[in-house]
Structures are given as C-alpha cells and as structure tokens.
C-alpha cells in the first residue's frame, strides 16, 4: 500500500478496505511501503489494520520475509 497517494492516504485506503462487507477484505495482507519510518508512523499503519510496515528504500530480504510470513499465516 502506497501511504501518500492524491485522492486517499494509505491509512484510509485500508479502513475503506478492512470494512467492506467481503471475507477476503479482512484476510488480504497489507503492507505499508513507505518513507515515513518513525515508531508513531508504524503504530499508525498497524492501528488502520495494516499487517506490516516498511520503510522505503525497501530491504529485499525484510520484503521477502514479511511476504512469506504473511502468505503462509
């Protein structure tokens, strides 16, 4: 999830999809990639119900960990 985008910031993006009347809009994994990285940014992402949040430039090992953990649950 792209946290600064023109119409709907990633936090709202994801309530919006959290609260959809659809099983698979509370189960679909959601990462925050983004720049702000500060302990505050990370406790919002997981408040909105983000499953994880990375910071930009993105780590390819973190990304790839936190995809596996996330698919296999």
């Not at 983004?34 to 983000?50: H, K, P, W």
């Amino acid at each position: 999830m792209d946290m600064r985008m023109p119409e709907m910031d990633g936090l709202e993006a994801t309530r919006v999809i959290r609260a959809m009347d659809r099983q698979d809009a509370r189960e679909i994994p959601i990462i925050a990639l983004t720049a702000n990285a500060f302990d505050e940014d990370v406790q919002r992402s997981m408040q909105a119900g983000l499953d994880a949040h990375l910071s930009k430039p993105v780590d390819p090992e973190m990304l790839f960990d936190t995809l596996e953990r996330l698919i296999e649950g």
